[in-house]
């Protein structure tokens, strides 16, 4: 898988946990637990994204 896929599927795994997020605050039946759990799926996943943005080199 090139770097850019990887990036690619990252960020929409990014995007999907940040729905279920907001899906999720929309239910106060939503076990709170449950929530931060998904917040720090998708922190872990934008620390990976911008680690991986860090050892990319940049083009001029």
Do not use: C, F, Y
């Amino acid at each position: 898988m090139s770097l850019v896929s990887h990036l690619e599927e990252l960020q929409r795994k990014h995007g999907e946990i940040e729905r279920e997020i907001d899906n999720a605050m929309l239910h106060p039946s939503v076990d709170g637990l449950d929530i931060v759990t998904l917040k720090r799926r998708k922190l872990a996943l934008k620390d990976q994204i911008e680690r991986l943005r860090g050892d990319t080199p940049t083009r001029h």
